[in-house]
């Protein structure tokens, strides 16, 4: 049976966090049910998943290279505070051929105005936002029509 393609699912700083951390604004499920519902939905749409959570940006980049090297079919981010702040996760997204879906819980256009500028965004090649968890299975779904 051949290797199935592999999706990355890269959470960024305080995401570790969720399921406590205001749940008013990003609800009660943890990272933890999050990755168990995407391991269900990639089983069947014939993908692997590689999920991972770190709170230091130069981890986030390394994996962004790793998927890369790894020929990964896509890469699933929710680079967390560095979304509005991290020109080197930009850079390392326009840097590496594999298509990177930015992924948010809330919607940040709806937020502080500080969260209204995404470097994520500006390299990526799809968003997803505001659905809560949901957001991670619509990017799912289409990071498996690629």
């Known amino acids: ?9 890269l959470s960024g700083p305080n995401l ?3 399921g406590t951390r205001e749940p008013e604004i990003y ?7 999050i ?14 998943l590689e999920c991972r ?3 230091h ?17 896509a890469v699933l981010l929710n680079a967390g505070g560095y979304t509005h702040t991290s020109i080197a996760i930009h ?5 590496i051929k594999v298509p990177v879906i930015e992924v948010h819980l809330s919607d940040p256009t709806t937020r502080e105005t500080f969260r209204h500028i995404s470097y994520v965004g500006m390299a990526a090649a799809a968003h997803f936002a505001g659905h809560g ?12 029509r690629l």
Request: no cysteine; aromatic share 6%.
């Open 133 to 144: 968890a949901d957001s991670y299975t619509l990017a799912l779904d289409a990071a498996a």
């Open 35 to 48: 990755h168990a519902r995407l391991e269900a939905q990639a089983e069947g749409l014939g993908l692997r």
């Open 16 to 18: 570790n966090l969720l």
């Open 53 to 55: 959570q770190t709170n």
């Open 27 to 33: 609800g009660h499920d943890t990272l933890n049910d």
């Open 1 to 9: 049976m051949p290797d199935l393609p592999t999706v990355f699912v």
């Open 57 to 73: 940006e130069g981890v986030l980049i390394d994996w962004l290279h790793e998927a890369y090297v790894a020929g990964a079919k």
């Open 91 to 95: 850079d390392a997204i326009k840097s």
